[in-house]
């Protein structure tokens, strides 16, 4: 079955980087855009980035412009986040999506938490 894990989470102070991961299984990787998305505490879900399936394509949120890269490794059935000059309000649980013939699939989910 379809699923999606994400990792690379973890306390960062304010202007570190991190990495996230996202690897899928159960489906074809390589066909579909992939996305990422976050949810702030108190906050609702919202979209950080995504990639189409040859990487060709690619939308960030305003609020992710500039310091976020998104890519993939279709070899690799993954899709990567990179997030720099981190911010406090950068803190959320970042969520892995596709959606597939109309359905949508979560990942559960990868706290990045930005403090001193």
């Known amino acids: 079955q379809v699923q999606l894990v994400e990792s690379g989470g973890g306390l960062v102070q304010p202007g570190g980087s991190l990495r996230l991961s996202c690897a899928a299984f159960g489906f074809t990787f390589s066909v579909y855009t992939m996305n990422w998305y976050r949810q702030a505490p108190g906050k609702e879900r919202e979209f950080v980035a995504d990639i189409s399936s040859t990487g060709g394509i690619i939308n960030y949120a305003n609020s992710a412009q500039g310091r976020s890269t998104i890519s993939r490794d279709n070899a690799k059935n993954t899709v990567y986040l990179v997030i720099d000059r981190l911010k406090p309000e950068d803190t959320a649980v970042y969520y892995c999506?596709?959606?597939?013939?109309?359905?949508?699939?979560w990942g559960q989910g990868t706290q990045v938490t930005v403090s001193s």
């Open positions: 999506y596709v959606n597939i013939r109309g359905y949508a699939y």
